[in-house]
Every structure is written in C-alpha cells, then in structure tokens.
C-alpha cells in the first residue's frame, strides 16, 4: 500500500489546553506537518473538535448564497417591470 502524500494530514486531537509539542513526519521524502484543523469527509474538524470552523464556513456559503438569490430575485423584478 502506498501513502499517498498530499492527501495525508497529521490533526492532533488534544483535550488539554497545552498540546504537546508538534511534530513532522517525513515521508518518500516530504515532510507532513501536523494542522489545526482540516476537512473530512465534507467537515472541518479542528483539534479541540469543537467544529466551529466548520460553523463558520457553513454560515459564510449560506450567508453568500442568500446575497446571490436576493440580487438574482431583485434584478428579476426589475427587468419585468420593463
């Protein structure tokens, strides 16, 4: 089996407020660092898997789609008033 190196991440998922030191791997020579946080399976898991990562890119798409279909409804009411 082959690791494949650039979907690898290290997520340390630590309970404590003082994680232990961070530490690289190197592998078929790259180095992979450990991350805060990193998606999976379509959510952000963060190391104190407390997910507001997750939250908040959540809000933002929604929040941005809603802008989008507002001004796509807007400008549709004014081209039929034409």
Known sequence: MILNTSKTVILKIHLTNNPEVNK?????????????????????????????GHIDFTVSKCNSRQFFNETVKKHGNESNRS
């Open 24 to 52: 690289e791997i190197c592998s078929q020579r790259v180095t992979i660092s450990p991350l805060s946080e990193t998606k999976f399976l379509g959510v952000i898991i963060d190391s104190k898997q407390t997910f507001s």
